[in-house]
């Protein structure tokens, strides 16, 4: 099948090109490399069936001129700011490269009678929810600009299901760690305690706590949902049913870096910063009942994104 | 109150302004005349408090330059495409007119430090959800893009209250009707009733069934809710417990235009074009117990529009 995937050179979406080409798709990654990197697929510059096209995704003219030259069966729209923390601060970008990338991209599919469409939402949709997050609850009303863009995102997608004749899969991601990752608290613990190996300060304090989804497991868990959900629009939650306290992740970061006696300290309040969501928990029945589940726990895919970021600084020195 | 009202020349804008007025508060319409008219506020023209700008709220800058001139303590944002069946014909009508309004509002209110937002949303949320429309119910997938652009607007309406300290009120509006209406049901069948007085052609097959508030209950609701709601972001669907079906409506229109023996004929199907929805029940305890409640039922409502709409009529001619 050819498969288009924007944002093909990010953290997930170069990790989705790699699945989707081991299972025999020819794929064309778009990306403008402001979030993603050439480095997370340099290995797949020769591949036959692999093509990486340098795009700003929001350039609607360019995104067609793509369109017209192949002919995709699937989009996976993956493109999207992925720092979270930087929208209050910028307040367009959200709005440009998390919900008008959507846009442009159904704009093209259905120039271009592209039929299928699989999003990478997010946890974010359903803000501060009170009780379970399960797919369909409401109210959804997100507290992050990111979340306010993928539920912006979530509602042309319906429409364009609805009016259009597009099939559609919305896959709410929940925290995702692993290789090629660039945000996080992850990141930001190895830099803190790169930079003063005695003291740590951590956000918060430290007891807010999320289920953290291994990379590897979300792809296995999109690709599964894609080829076995078969309404015209499709929503799971993805995600694994631990979770993590910030404090743990602290702990293993430390363990990791074989450093000893540092010392934690918290700046207090529940939340690490304004947009956060302090603690959350996916219902996971509807995907579970597909026949899906994550393999690694959130602690284990915690230690695996420590493990790979470390690595992959001792591979950068 | 200085108030800044989008829209204001429009359908609902304009009693709305007329209302706010009434009630001693300072009203700046703003409205580019592509939906609405200057004759729904031309006794307003020379009204001490009153003033009317033509301008297109996309224009951000414009836009910004009305803020800068005056202080507005509130902003009822009613600026949006109201011809839902256009959409899918410009699929940047909603994107423009319905969503990146609202966006534009919210850069314009932080900007300019205006603390307060009263948003017109619309029940087209809600999409075609199975039982009782509840505030707080799930899934949000609409059918409609009118209804993909609102709720992408209360998608960042909530993140700008999260972030940026702003108030808000989300009132869900149903199907209004009554005087300076330009588009629905009504206007159809007068239309064709006008043109053919011996037949008359209804979408679907007549008994989609929906509730119809009279515009004059939606101000009044409006401003009860927005005076009487106290949290940082509130929403309540605004309605009425009856409802009527498009039959019914043409049975009304007939009457109110005395004609006799008209044959009814039916497109057939469940809804009158894609995007519709053909019924639903709003859950209205929540506007209910805050002490408010529509005075004319759905049929009263739909009396009173025709009434007005072929006096409106009577008076062009």
């Known amino acids: 099948m050819n498969i288009l995937v924007t944002g093909g050179a990010g953290f997930i979406g170069s990790h989705l090109a790699d699945a989707l080409l081991a299972t025999g798709h020819h794929v064309t990654a778009l990306d403008d490399l402001s979030c993603g990197r050439a480095s997370n697929i340099a290995h797949l510059r020769a591949h036959p069936r692999f093509q990486f096209i340098r795009l700003d995704v929001c350039d609607e003219k360019g995104l067609c001129d793509v ?31 998390t919900f008008l990338t959507t846009f ?23 803000g501060e929810m009170e009780g379970p997050m399960r797919e369909d609850a409401g ?4 507290i992050s600009f990111y979340g306010a863009a993928k539920l912006a995102s979530e509602a042309f997608i319906s429409a364009w299901v609805a009016n259009c004749g597009i099939q559609a899969w919305i896959l709410r991601f929940p925290n995702v760690v692993g290789e090629r990752s660039t945000h996080g608290v992850v990141h930001d613990f190895i830099n803190r305690l790169t930079a003063d190996p005695k003291r740590l300060t951590i956000l ?43 404090r743990r992740i602290a702990e293993i970061v430390v363990e990791k870096m074989r450093l000893s006696n540092v010392e934690f300290s918290f700046t207090g309040g529940d939340r690490g910063w304004t947009g956060d969501v302090p603690r959350f928990k996916y219902e ?28 992959y600084r001792g591979g950068q020195t």
């Open 67 to 97: 369109f017209a030259r192949d002919s995709f069966a699937t989009v996976f729209h993956m493109a999207a700011n992925s720092d979270i923390q930087a929208g209050p601060r910028q307040l367009n970008l959200d709005l440009n490269r």
């Open 104 to 126: 442009a991209v159904l704009r093209c599919m259905k120039q271009h009678g592209t039929a299928s469409l699989v999003f990478a939402s997010t946890s974010a949709v359903y």
């Open 139 to 142: 109210p959804l009303f997100p």
């Open 204 to 246: 918060g304090d430290g007891r807010q706590c999320k289920p953290y989804l291994y990379v590897k497991d979300l792809i296995d868990g999109m690709l599964f949902v894609w080829q076995g959900a078969k309404d015209r629009l499709n929503y799971f939650n993805l995600g694994v049913n631990s979770d993590t306290t910030v």
């Open 284 to 311: 996971l029945s509807k995907v579970h009942q597909l026949g899906w589940q994550a393999r690694r726990t959130s602690d284990e895919a915690i230690r695996l994104a420590v493990q790979a970021e470390l690595t």
